[in-house]
């Protein structure tokens, strides 16, 4: 790169205030150059996304400019940071459900010849840049039938699609196993390669040193430091993003042993569940979970695992098989008989199926225990118990919030799972299925997550945890599962549980 080549992006002294004094971002400058990937890091509520959304003008700035490729610009909506050349793939999929993945791709660039949308040559350029990426996804399927990780790879192919020269990732392997995050990242390094400039949030330190060629980090809605990635270190990282009063906080570990004698809290036995289609997505699965024990399930994304947790807690119907909690045989009762039985769920996507963002936290820490003697009970709720309750779990939780009448956007992505774990366990299960409860949490809230758990499984909650994180898997797991093409692959204890010895049953489905 030229001595006199502009940066790609250059933001300087951008602040941004909300109502009730809360300040996002607080005078933060950034300078992206050309043909570098750009990592930001810092906790949940550090003023990341804030930031990424000012750039790409969903956010207005109430202080401080923009300059894109040395010339300044003002971005007060998307479509100004799409003409400017600036992508965004969020945590969260923008996609609308009833339309395919194709036509979410497609929408408002259509490609027209002779007058009329050429879809055929829309579908071409589609599949070729996810060929190039290394990304499947069924083009053909709605958006509500896909999965979290599909729709996340989708989003990153519409926005290569709308041919950004900056490219912004909010968190882009929160959902991916780690031969896709490997592939994407692969990708990354060919935009680079192409002079484009990509931006990544990420909570993986482990990415960003191996993937990212400098590094901001955010504290506290400030810049607390802007780092060439190859003259820093994880502990400075971490430092930075934390304080150094907080900077030892890492997740603690699980037991190494499970509780080898302990009754069987949750007992799935021949389980076969229908996917999209109709097609069997789960064949005859077999999985046993001890009390006080936590069995985690790793394998590709659209492995089955999605199927095999609804068809547990009871949003899906199984072709046959049974489910057991506690000795008792849940087969074909309604999710709310299972819930009231001890079996409690943490969902996959705390925006589209764990919260309702307009409701306060009060109102969604309500949600599925309005009958609890904590809300009153009976047929009618009585408001300054279910506002006591929810002011109790808050703060057990340690979430942090204007309190109980705060809306849940209102909150960060790790304030809002704290509440998504928080009303799980408030009726101390004696099961809980968790899928991917920390995907988009920094290190000091995925400790917090897991430390609510594990207080339950030392009361003998039993837990089964998907996650597409092998990393978080061999960290918190007793022992763990691998499912193939729909079928548990293998059951292994954590200490024979290898990075190697997993991906092959992942992929392969033999060792």
Known sequence: ??????????????????????????????????????????????????????????????????????????????????????????????????????????????????????????????????????????????????????LQKAEIVKALYRGARVLILDEPTATLAPAEADRLFAVVQGIVASGASVLFITHKLREVLEHSDHVTILRGGANTGDRVTSETSADELVSLMLGPDRSAIRPAEGPREGPRQAEVALQVNGLTVRGRGGRPAVHYADLSVRAGEVLGVAGVDGSGQRELAEAIIGLRPAISGSVTLCGDDVTGRSVAFRAAAGLAYVPEDRHREGLILDFDLSENLLLGRHRDASAGGGRFLQRRRVLADAERLLTEAGVASAGPAALASSLSGGNQQKVVVARALARQPRALVAMQPTRGLDVGASAAVYDAIRARTAAGMGVLLFSLDLDELREVSDRIAVMYNGRIAGVMDRDEAGVDRLGKLMTEGRT
Do not use: C
């Open 1 to 150: 790169m030229r001595a006199d080549t502009p940066p790609a992006v250059h933001m300087r002294n951008i602040t941004k205030r909300y109502p009730g004094g809360v300040v996002a971002n607080i005078e933060i400058s950034l300078t992206v150059l050309p043909g570098t990937a750009h990592a930001v890091v810092g906790e949940n509520g550090a003023g990341k996304s804030t930031l990424m959304g000012v750039l790409y003008g969903s956010v207005l700035p109430d202080a401080g400019s923009i300059e894109i490729g040395g010339a300044p610009v003002l971005l007060r909506r998307p479509a100004d940071a799409i003409r400017h050349g600036i992508g965004l793939v969020t945590q969260h999929t923008t996609m609308i459900p009833a339309l395919t993945a194709l036509d979410n791709v497609l929408l408002g660039f259509e490609p027209i010849r002779l007058g009329t949308l050429d879809r055929q040559a829309g579908r071409r350029r589609v599949e070729e840049l996810s060929a190039q990426a290394g990304i499947e996804v069924d083009w053909s399927a709605s958006a509500v039938s896909l999965s979290v990780a599909a």
